[in-house]
T-cell receptor
């Protein structure tokens, strides 16, 4: 019973392609997040959704578009992939935007060639 | 930009207590201190959080100084599986958007 799951675990693709990463949580949480961890291991928040509404949108290129079809899912679509997008992307969820015990997924390692 | 300062690395012997310090001298009165850890190649894991009082759960204890300018995370009996990067985070309560800002953390290595 994985609380927060992500697919795929690994993604290797060419520059310029469009790809999506999916995230699902079965914890009944209202809030979901996307984080990016680069090669230097810095973990930075990208987006946060609460009840399917965007509440945090950090300075992220508009090639990145999150979509939340329902509270349990938050997908990340990336257009025109660039070399610098190579990173590990983590999805997380929490009960609400204020209570910050966040549960993280296992991560998706994206490699852009 | 993280509001905390942590040593980059620490070592601990297996079975001994691991005490991880964190300075947060600019913390505001309503800001919480959160601790997460990240074991190699895994997603971060919540450990504990506190405001003023010391806190304890099944994983660790959190000791916050009276002036709240620093705190210590204590793993009472460290095991090899506790080897990880430990992040001390002051919750950014700017506006209505609460977000965790991860710094560089402390790499704790538990040695046999």
């Amino acid at each position: 019973d994985t609380a927060v799951s992500q697919t795929p675990k690994y993604l290797v693709t060419q520059m310029g392609n469009d790809k999506s990463i999916k995230c699902e949580q079965n914890l009944g949480h209202d809030t979901m997040y996307w984080y990016k961890q680069d090669s230097k291991k810095f973990l930075k928040i990208m987006f946060s959704y609460n009840n399917k509404e965007l509440i945090i949108n950090e300075t992220v290129p508009n090639r990145f578009s999150p979509k939340s079809p329902d509270k349990a899912h938050l997908n990340l679509h990336i257009n025109s992939l660039e070399l610098g997008d190579s990173a590990v992307y983590f999805c997380a969820s929490s009960q609400d935007p204020i209570y910050n015990e966040q549960f993280f997924g296992p991560g998706t390692r994206l490699t852009v060639l | 930009d993280a509001k905390t300062t942590q040593p980059p690395s620490m070592d601990c012997a297996e079975g001994r207590a691991a005490n991880l310090p964190c300075n947060h001298s600019t913390i505001s009165g309503n800001e919480y201190v959160y601790w997460y850890r990240q074991i190699h190649s895994q997603g971060p894991q919540y450990i504990i959080h506190g405001l003023k009082n010391n806190e304890t759960n099944e994983m660790a204890s959190l000791i916050i100084t009276e002036d709240r300018k620093s705190s210590t995370l204590i793993l009472p009996h460290a095991t090899l599986r506790d080897t990880a990067v430990y992040y001390c985070i002051v919750l950014n309560s700017g506006g209505s958007n609460y977000k965790l800002t991860f710094g560089k953390g402390t790499l704790l290595t538990v040695n046999p």
